[in-house]
């Protein structure tokens, strides 16, 4: 394995995101108003992982996106950036403040036709949805990952895929004393999808890790 640990992360960081996509100008603007209007803005998916999540989209020609946790709208700009002609993104925000400001957000990226935002519990929502899904992102509640995987399973193509984000959580999946709700959730999710054999799966450790996984039966 090739070791970078040498280098000045912060300019190895700089020198990747200067030999990729550049980010639009729309989602620049929406970095700095979510830094300046919320208290979390790490949430915030990124120049790099935006692309990285538009072009994993792309690979599928996706019709129908599913997003579980809205934040402020950047992933979900990103992979609607993929959607093939009449395509949809169907985003679950279970914060309610944020709907004015996500509605607001959606229809000034002159993308709204294609984003239905839906607003609550995304294990009491996703049952009710009648649509087939080409990829699920999964970036919700940690405590519920699992529980998400099995609400969408059903309605996941058979060769699309589920990207699910955070799933080294800082390191803390190795730390075997660590007892909170989310790393538990965490855990109980990655060790079920390693063994599920209904799945093709691989955790790419960028930022926080996402893993890949694909349906193949």
């Not at 890790?209 to 694909?214: D, H, Q, S, V």
Request: proline share 3%; charged share 30%; net charge negative.
């Amino acid at each position: 394995m090739i070791t970078f640990a040498f280098m000045n992360v912060e300019r190895l960081d700089e020198y990747i995101l200067q030999h990729i996509d550049k980010e639009p100008e729309f989602l620049k603007k929406l970095t700095r108003e979510t830094h300046l209007r919320t208290t979390s803005p790490r949430m915030l998916s990124g120049h790099l992982q935006g692309r990285m999540l538009k072009m994993f989209c792309n690979m599928v020609s996706p019709v129908r996106i599913l997003e579980i946790g809205t934040f402020t709208g950047y992933s979900a700009i990103c992979m609607t950036e993929s959607l093939t002609t009449g395509g949809e993104l169907h985003t679950i925000e279970i914060n309610d403040e944020m709907e004015d400001f996500l509605t607001r957000v959606f229809e000034e990226s002159g993308l709204k036709e294609k984003i239905h935002l839906h607003i609550g519990d995304a294990l009491d929502i996703i049952p009710e949805m009648t649509q087939t899904f080409d990829v699920v992102f999964m970036d919700g509640n940690k405590r519920h990952y699992l529980e998400y995987f099995h609400a969408v399973y059903p309605k996941l193509r058979v060769g699309g895929i589920i990207i699910a984000d955070n799933t080294l959580w800082d390191g803390h999946v190795l730390d075997t004393e660590r007892k909170d709700d989310q790393t538990a959730g965490i855990c109980r999710f990655n060790d079920y999808i390693a063994s599920d054999d209904r799945l093709e799966k691989v955790i790419v450790p960028v930022r926080d890790g996402m893993t890949l996984i694909r349906k193949i039966k």
